[in-house]
């Protein structure tokens, strides 16, 4: 195989639109179109069909093997602090400390913190409930409360693990989990916070009162008590501290005390992910057998799913590799010039084009990771950077294509131009303030 450049690049190019093609117009599921994207640009550079075989099959080994139980843990914590009503606790304890006056903002801060284990559409779903009685309690319009939701929720998924998208680039690129989390969270907050302010002023601009979705009523009927605040908040709060921890300690590298050392394990991501679904467990009353049973089935089955987005992700990043494209783009001026913007617009496009940010950051890192050195990014802190870029690219623009927009419309009542002129342009606004942040953080740290 001796591909020119051009013929390189054409074949990319045709990947991507097959991909964007796929799972945006014909509704295909995002694994087979990653899957059919690997030999489409394995052929056009005339790579032996055993070959882009075998690197798919590496590729997709590679990815199982350092975030397979990460992405299982993590789907099961969620499950369970959706079942046990840790989630609508943490919302009612931050209420009570904003007021009534202040629910948007209440709303926006329980969005970030439930987001951080829980997925946003799921974390969503499961609060908007919650969010129809305080809009209706406090007389504050729909648009507003649902937005400062979505965006509370919508921050941390698109730049933390364990959410596939940042945890699939952090290990496709090389980046450290606890050092993500730690930069990523202070990173988050102001994309919450431009979320949240832009909720208030255009959902007051545009009223919407909203409807209720007879799922959420069947969910608002449901009285099951929930467990103490601090029970419910231990499970989310627990596995950070251990993973941030583990990733300070482990800088150090000579032997330390044995508590350092108990850390360090704590510390890794599957048993902190472990640690907290067994508080999770704690935090329920009652357990049944069959009722177990089935929480861990459908964790199982929704991480599956999950799983195999980011396994062809990383086939597909194993065949972009085997091209040689970083070789060719090695010596590129115009990509050191660009540095984390190009990760950025690169994502933003494949999220705008084709609607979730999860297939658009496993994408993005796939084909950039090869190109950190000629971006001036390969090392350790310009890893980060770079994921980090990429979630803010993945930000931009949830509309009509993002199933996130539609599970918001769906349990809000909004109306499709409430959404495009809320939302959408929350999101956007989501995205510019991130990568402004970034980069600022970039200027700040060494690599």
Known sequence: MNASFLQVLICLAAGIVLIILLTAKYRVHAFFALL????VVGIGVQMPVPEILKASKEGFGNIMRSLGLIIVLGTTLGVLLEHTGCTRVMADYILRRTGEKRAPL???????VVGLPIFCDSGFIVLSGLNHSIAKRTGISMAVMAVSLA??????HCLLPPHPGAAAAAGTIGV??????????????????IGYAWAIYAGKKWPETGSRHPATEEKEQETIKGPKTLAAFLPVIVPILLIALHSFFV???????????IILIAGEPVIALSIGILLAFAAGRQWKRDTVSHLLTESAEKAGGILVIIGAGGAFGAVLAATGLGKHLGNSTALENMGIFFPFLLTAVLKTAQ???????ITAASIVQPLLPAMGLDSENGRLITVLAMGAGSMMISHANDAYFWVIAKFSGLNMRTMLRVY??????????????V?????????
């Open 36 to 39: 059919l994207a690997c030999f």
């Open 251 to 261: 800088m150090e590298k000579e032997n330390g005390a044995g508590w350092q050392n």
């Open 176 to 193: 450290d989990y606890g050092k993500l989390i730690g930069v990523g969270v202070l990173v988050a907050i102001p994309s919450m916070i």
């Open 151 to 156: 965006t509370g929720l919508y921050a941390v």
């Open 424 to 437: 959408t342009l929350a999101s956007i606004w989501m995205g510019l303030v991130t990568l402004l942040t």
């Open 355 to 361: 609607g979730s940010s999860t297939v658009a950051i």
């Open 106 to 112: 209440a709303m926006s801060i329980t969005g970030f």
């Open 439 to 447: 980069y600022i953080l970039s200027r700040c740290i060494s690599y």
